[in-house]
T-cell receptor
Framework: QKEVEQDPGPLSVPEGAIVSLNCTYS??????FMWYRQYSRKGPELLMY????GNKEDGRFTAQVDKSSKYISLFIRDSQPSDSATYLC???????????FGAGTRLFVKA | DTAVSQTPKYLVTQMGNDKSIKCEQN?????MYWYKQDSKKFLKIMFS???????INETVPNRFSPKSPDKAHLNLHINSLELGDSAVYFC????????????FGSGTRLTVV
């Protein structure tokens, strides 16, 4: 079993839809949780990070962490065609230099 | 100004050759990394340097050798290239530990033929 599981998709939604992207993990020591967006042939770009449990909002993006269920989510409101990309979750224990990435979910937002 | 820059962007080479990829960051970060992304988009850490000191060395063939001349530069040299080395290699940096994320370069697409 991988430490971080993420459905690779693809996930296809119409413009304006609310998108929900998720990851599960097995290591209860993870405390820092990140979401990256990666456009085709580009490097991953940090979208959001959260520490421990709870929600964090930034514009149309909301990150949610449920440590009791070992489950994290990224919600995208009013999705746009420009949101079409691969979304990678990532997490770390903290205090170390290693981050574990999910496999990424490919998202298509149709105009 | 590009924060993390890698060269070259594309590299096509024959099996058995030796090649290098260079990375530079102008963010003043203390820690730099090499990641490998396979065809399924899975990112896996290879090496990490903190203030020029090697701190992560994952299970990577010893044909791969990183070198950090100073904390703003991290290079990757690959000897005797194999078909299985074909992937995208990303350089990244973080301010000390990466709890708040990395800044990635745009990647080097390596194709071994």
């Amino acid at each position: 079993q991988k430490e971080v599981e993420q459905d690779p998709g693809p996930l296809s939604v119409p413009e304006g839809a609310i998108v929900s992207l998720n990851c599960t993990y097995s290591n209860s020591a993870f405390q820092y949780f990140m979401w990256y967006r990666q456009y085709s042939r580009k490097g991953p770009e940090l979208l959001m990070y959260t520490y421990s449990s709870g929600n964090k909002e930034d514009g149309r993006f909301t990150a949610q962490v449920d440590k009791s269920s070992k489950y994290i989510s990224l919600f995208i409101r009013d999705s746009q065609p420009s949101d079409s990309a691969t979304y990678l979750c990532a997490m770390s224990v903290g205090g170390g230099f290693k981050t574990i990435f999910g496999a990424g979910t490919r998202l298509f937002v149709k105009a | 100004d590009t924060a993390v820059s890698q060269t070259p962007k594309y590299l096509v080479t024959q099996m058995g050759n030796d090649k290098s990829i260079k990375c530079e960051q102008n963010l003043g970060h203390d820690t730099m990394y090499w990641y490998k992304q396979d065809s399924k988009k899975f990112l896996k850490i290879m090496f990490s340097y903190n203030n020029k000191e090697l701190i992560i060395n994952e299970t990577v063939p010893n044909r791969f050798s990183p070198k950090s001349p100073d904390k703003a530069h991290l290079n990757l040299h690959i000897n005797s290239l194999e078909l299985g080395d074909s992937a995208v290699y990303f350089c990244a940096s973080s301010q000390d530990v990466p709890n708040y994320g990395y800044t990635f370069g745009s990647g080097t697409r390596l194709t071994v033929v």
